[in-house]
């Protein structure tokens, strides 16, 4: 199962996961949301913005219960940045409720980013200029998706989570130990299956699957007694997640004015500085990147009721509170923290001008000046959607302004042309519109009916029934004081715009044919009765000459008029 998938049925075509996206791994398909793995760098970001809660990330408790059934000795790697997304319960509390699922230990990721930072250091002093960071691996995505050219200056060091991983299976090697890491972090749940590094973490898991575990199995953090729990001995490592902490745990220069050192935080940000890279590199001996603005005090799973900035405080004034001078205790030989970085460039295909253009006519963009450009789409310009439109990724039907001038233009010729007469009214039954046929059927033509009350023109007793009860009624309505017009009238209430719509079938001339066919019976069963009178004296004359023929003919014409008159006849 991919990391990030969409419930299609829960997608409402909002585009708002394509807005946020920074790389655009989104593909729209008959009108509905994909998240292209390959394109993906993890950071999240669509699944904060989702209205719908349309966007799933994959749950993998599933596979940690796997190796606690089948009683591994199984350790939590706990990231930093926990102190945030449990701000009100002592570490000891965690770590205890930790270990009542079945964690054989817990353990502070922040042991293994303090020689992470080191070695960050000893690359500098091995004479390498502008290291990119490579602790974010959602950055690290970026740069060997979107930026392969910068991936020689992409330091060939672990993040954190890894290198702890490395760390434990060579401290606790004879228990053979699955290392589970516990963040805020979607990315790194891909991180941990890059093929440079697969496997090496078992399972990453984020916050919010601690949570719900603790919810499932009715666990209470603060039943547990606060105890004093013996900290991994580190210095600064514990602010790896505030922006500069890295920097600050590899001793770097992070004053302010520094020309040797920048921290850039934000997707956005870093992808403008790798597009100027050449030139922004100037000077620079190391460059923090990570994805999440401030941080991973930001990142997409760290739900907290704290603000950012007390985030912040928080994790600085747990770092210096907990701060020792001795280093991570040391492992008889350190594991290696390097690694390697390969290109995996996205494929760009770009559309000839002329192509380009046809894309553009389709949404009625003929010329510079009907490209709105407004973003709605989810792309920052007409031409950049009509890019996607061509590599497959967007829907040219994606257009809102064009879409909705066409419907508008689509339902304006319907309710044109129909030959019902339509109306719509507001809640307080004020006219709001209402088209030419019903104009016509009521002789209307000149008259400024638009913004009167309705019961200036009609009666409203049927409209105010519909508004009371939302529902639908039809009914047959005569109107004398407008020629006699007869009308079948259907009220309908429009929930999403709260107005009224009445529409008029006019039934006047099937009402007239009625009227007419009446008369036509009434003159026939007339002459009818003047036929049988006349036959009636006739036949008193020449009674004994006709015989049964008069009663037969009398009887033919009485069943005529009984079948004029609509009444069964008997055979």
């Not at 979107?146 to 490395?166: F, T």
């Not at 510079?368 to 009509?386: I, V």
């Not at 079938?505 to 044919?513: E, G, R, S, W, Y």
């Amino acid at each position: 199962m991919s990391i990030l998938s969409t419930i299609k049925t829960s997608c409402r075509d909002c585009y708002k996961c394509v807005r946020h996206c920074p790389v655009k791994a989104i593909r729209f398909s008959m009108g509905h949301a994909e998240i292209i793995d390959e394109r993906c760098i993890k950071d999240g970001r669509c699944v904060l913005v989702c209205p719908q809660d349309a966007k799933v990330i994959r749950n993998d408790t599933g596979i940690v219960k796997s190796f606690l059934k089948n009683k591994d000795f199984v350790i939590a790697s706990l990231a930093p940045s926990f102190v945030a997304a449990f701000p009100n319960i002592d570490p000891s509390q965690l770590f205890n409720a930790l270990k009542s699922l079945g964690f054989s230990l817990v353990r502070e990721t922040a042991e293994a980013a303090e020689l992470v930072a080191l070695e960050h250091a000893q690359l500098v002093k091995e004479g390498k200029k502008a290291i990119i960071t490579s602790s974010c691996p959602a950055i690290n995505a970026l740069i060997y998706k979107y930026y392969p050219q910068h991936i020689p200056y992409l330091a060939p060091v672990v993040s954190p989570m890894v290198a702890h991983a490395r760390l434990l299976k060579k401290e606790f090697k004879d228990e053979h130990p699955r290392v589970v890491f516990i963040g805020p972090c979607i990315a790194k749940k891909a991180e941990r299956e890059e093929n440079e590094i697969i496997d090496e973490v078992d399972v990453a898991l984020t916050f919010d699957e601690v949570k719900e575990w603790f919810a499932q199995e009715n666990i209470d953090l603060n039943q547990f007694p606060i105890e004093t729990e013996n900290l991994s001995s580190v210095q600064w490592a514990r602010a790896f997640p505030v922006e500069g902490g890295l920097l600050k745990t590899g001793d770097f220069d992070t004053g302010i004015l520094s020309q040797e050192s920048v921290v850039i935080t934000g997707i956005e940000r870093c992808q403008r500085f790798l597009e100027n890279f050449e030139n922004e590199k100037e000077g620079l001996k190391v460059i923090e990147m990570m994805s999440c603005e401030g941080g991973c005090i930001d990142g997409p799973l760290l739900k907290s009721p704290l603000s950012l900035y007390q985030r912040r405080r928080k994790i600085i004034e747990f770092s210096q509170k907990n701060a020792s001078s001795h280093h991570t205790k040391k492992i008889l030989e350190l594991p290696s923290l390097r690694r390697e970085f390969n290109p995996l460039p996205i494929p760009q295909p770009q559309p000839s001008e002329e192509e380009l253009r046809k894309i553009l006519n389709l949404t009625g963009k003929f010329t510079p000046q009907d490209e709105l450009n407004c973003g709605a789409c989810g792309y920052n310009t007409c031409r950049e959607k009509a890019i996607a439109v061509y590599q497959g990724l967007a829907e040219a039907e994606m257009c809102i302004p064009y879409m909705r001038a066409r419907a508008e233009s689509f339902s304006s010729f319907l309710i044109a042309v129909t030959p019902n007469g339509i109306i719509l009214v507001d809640e307080n039954l004020r006219i709001v519109d209402m088209n030419p046929a019903l104009r016509q059927i009521f002789d209307l033509k000149g008259r400024l009916m638009v913004g009167k009350m309705l019961d200036e023109f009609i009666d409203p007793s049927i409209f105010v029934e519909v508004r009371r009860t939302k529902k639908a009624v039809s009914q047959e309505i005569h109107y004398p004081q407008y020629n006699n017009v007869y009308v079948k009238l259907s009220v309908f209430y429009l929930e999403k715009s709260g107005l009224l719509m009445g529409v008029f079938v006019d039934l006047t001339k099937q009402k007239d044919q009625e009227q007419m066919m009446e008369e036509i019976r009434g003159k026939t069963l007339e002459k009818a009765q003047q036929v049988i009178t006349n036959q009636m004296l006739v036949a008193q004359e020449i009674a004994s000459l006709l015989g049964e023929t008069t009663a037969e003919t009398k009887s033919l014409l009485s069943k005529l008029m009984k079948i004029l008159r609509g009444e069964n006849v008997e055979e």
